[in-house]
């Protein structure tokens, strides 16, 4: 059979190519302290960065809820899902970061398929930043509108792309936090630009909520701005929140938009009423404790002192992504098989997910990692 021959080429030239990918197993919660094929190793490569995943308030939440409502909703928000929680914790939401109205959405990547196809049409005008997130990406794909990249985080450059063309709407795109370099886009200047050429900006802070601004609001907050007027926020409840499920924050008009015509709002099952339960707890932590911030900025800085001390090259990132550059595939792929033999989860990331020739360890920081863990990464790191 041609096709399956075909498949069976290109598996082997992924697999000659240092790009195939396998899946590990865990055997244990997301903690700092993972088990892998029977061995305990510490985890440096989970987004669970306030360490809530395996909290045991966000448990009891999950289980409490889910003993009141049962384990699915069975119907889409606009029919029968949308319960007394999902209503709670959208208003959560809303007053958390200070938008008129959130919509929730079953996860980060039907919410960045959603707005652009939802509020965009043939004759409107789309720009990312060009190392959006591959959600952001397909959402660009599947939208009819017209698609420009702009080079990363050259706010001059997207302004020259927004008044280069006339259309009806433009939407600009961008993550807060660059999910694998760490770095944060130029909000405050990218907001300006879009207010200038009566354009709407959407802020994917997946990486950013929770973790980064004074009361861990995220990259908008860091930049001093909120989802008002021409700012839409879209945040997942799945990395710092240690839920899942995702959101769109901003002015009523536009999440009344999506509850109208958003397809992957539409027609999906509504998050399970646990899920909910636990992603409202933890935003409540947020509201009511900053330690777990305070204590992951310490990390972070412990770790990059560190590293510098031991001629580690970093990239310029301040957030809990800390990526190692290697380059090649087969150099990085090594690395992380020899930190997994020493006993440190550190995934090698390779293209597509990141352009040819950038293969990287991406080493991402929690809460509970000890300065005793760091030591010993970069240790292992060094040798």
Known sequence: ???????????????????????????SPPDRTIRVDGKNVLNFCSNNYLSLANYPSLIAAATDATQKYGTSTSASHLIAGHNTLHANLQQTIAEFTGAEKAILFSTGYMANLAVPDTLLGRNDLLIQDRLNHASIIDGGKLATAKLR???????????????????DRKLL??????????????????????????????????????????????????????????????????????????FVAGDAVYIDTLIQHARPFIYTTALPSGV?????????????????????????????DAAQQHSLSLTDSTTPIQPIIIGDN?????????????????????????????????????????????????DALTK
């Open 149 to 167: 990249r702009y080079a990363h985080n050259d706010f001059a450059a997207a302004e020259k792309l927004l008044k280069a063309t006339e259309h």
């Open 173 to 246: 795109i961008t993550d807060g936090v660059f999910s694998m370099d760490g770095d944060v886009a130029p909000l405050a200047e990218l907001k300006a630009v879009c207010q200038q050429n009566n354009a709407l900006l959407l802020v994917d802070d997946a990486h950013g909520f929770g973790v980064i601004g004074e009361r861990g609001v995220g990259s908008l907050e860091a930049a001093g701005l909120k989802p008002t007027g021409n700012v839409l926020l879209l945040g997942t409840l799945s990395k710092a929140c240690g839920s899942f499920g995702a």
């Open 276 to 304: 909910v339960a636990a992603s409202t707890k933890a935003i409540k932590l947020l509201q009511t404790e900053s330690w777990r911030r305070e204590k992951l900025q310490e990390n972070i800085q412990y770790f990059r």
């Open 1 to 27: 059979m041609p096709w399956r021959n075909e498949l069976q080429q290109q598996h082997s030239q992924r697999k000659s190519d240092s790009l195939w990918r396998t899946l590990t197993t865990v055997d």
């Open 330 to 378: 087969v150099t990085a792929l090594k690395l992380s098989q020899k930190l997994l033999e020493r006993g440190f989860m550190v995934v090698a990331i390779r293209p597509p997910t990141v352009p040819a020739g950038e293969a990287r360890l991406r080493i991402t920081l929690m809460t509970d990692h000890t300065h005793a863990d760091i030591d010993r990464l970069v």
